[in-house]
């Protein structure tokens, strides 16, 4: 089978409790960022959180996308780690019930990685990772078969915490570059950035042609406070870039655009879980289907506002994603 788009990374399972701000403050948690916890710290966490309503979902970020292209329409493939608990067996179903082949690597040995996720009244979430069976994808779980059935390929930037996720993401690239298969690639986190940027630099500069990053992400990545000069930078060493802000839309430049400015589609922001995945997965969906650059982020912005507008890091099946009508809501805004 053919698929439009294969993407790997940490498989896990959401779990969504609202705060409010004092409790991030009093747990000295980094707004807005992604934390690695022991299993142990983050059932702490849960402990504190007992009693508070809570919504349990698939998630990961690149599952995340896979899942809104193949919503968009597209054919995917997700390459991840789950075990052989609850937890996984939905996760699996998960996916292949909205369309996604998953091989659904399971491991009685150990359990599905968790994504404590606490949202605020702005709609930021902050998310407590344990990583469970997740850390154990490696090289081995990249088959090159499936990889040569994909049209493009989309990686994760928090495999870069393992070093066997990394090296098993790290092989997809060398098998989808002798390909000549196209690699697009996000960085995730500041965190991500922070702590391995030089390898990260490296690996984008030689292997990447499609860039997706926030503009916190692009900051820390060029070292500057300066989103411009951030986006300038990041054109240097990647053909195509997107750079999202929140509200204020997002930038994007390949090599025959030099920059282009996409506006956010209005929508009431519940919780932000989700927004670059999704924006992600209207952005290559727009790339794949050969939209322009433009309209493509604009496929990405209309996504993005559909997955902040609830609960939960997917955008819920049945969104009204066709692309054409997309573009022309975007027209009239």
Request: with cysteine.
């Amino acid at each position: 089978m053919k698929y439009d788009l294969l993407g790997i990374g940490n498989a896990l399972v959401d779990i969504e409790v609202c705060v409010d701000d004092e409790f991030i403050k009093q747990n000295s948690l980094t707004k807005g960022g992604m934390t690695l916890l022991s299993a142990e710290k983050q059932n702490k966490i849960l402990k504190e959180l007992h009693g508070l309503s809570t919504k349990i979902s698939s998630g990961g970020s690149a599952a995340n996308t896979i899942h809104g292209l193949s919503i968009l329409g597209g054919e995917t493939y997700y390459i991840g780690r789950v075990a052989n608990d609850i937890y996984g067996k939905h996760y699996v179903e998960d996916m292949r019930s909205c369309g996604v082949s998953f091989s659904g690597t399971g491991n009685s040995l150990s359990e599905t990685g968790t994504c404590v996720i606490l949202v605020t009244p702005d709609s930021e979430r902050t998310m407590l990772t344990h990583l469970g069976a997740s850390s154990l994808l490696h090289p081995d779980n990249v088959d090159e078969k499936i990889i040569k059935n994909a049209g493009m390929v989309y990686i994760e930037g928090y495999l870069w915490t393992g070093e066997d996720t990394c090296n098993a993401a790290e092989k997809l690239c060398k098998i989808a570059k002798k390909n000549k298969t196209p690699v697009a690639f996000t960085l995730s986190d500041a965190f991500i950035v922070n702590s391995f940027k030089k390898r990260l630099i490296d690996f984008i500069r030689q292997n990447v042609d499609i860039l997706f990053c926030n503009d916190i992400e692009a900051k820390t990545m060029a070292e500057t406070e300066d989103t411009q000069e951030a986006f300038d930078a990041l054109k240097r060493i990647v053909e195509t870039v997107f750079v999202t802000r929140g509200e204020n839309g997002s930038l994007a430049s390949n090599p025959t655009e030099e920059k282009i400015i996409v506006n956010v589609f209005p929508t009431k922001a519940i919780d932000a879980t989700g927004a670059g995945d999704l924006f992600a997965a209207g952005a290559l969906y727009g790339i794949i289907r050969n939209y322009s650059l433009k309209d493509s982020a604009i496929i990405g912005s209309y996504c993005a506002s559909k997955v902040v507008s609830h609960m939960g890091g997917r955008m819920p099946v049945g969104s009204d994603a066709n692309a054409e009508k997309i573009i022309q809501k975007y027209q009239k805004l």
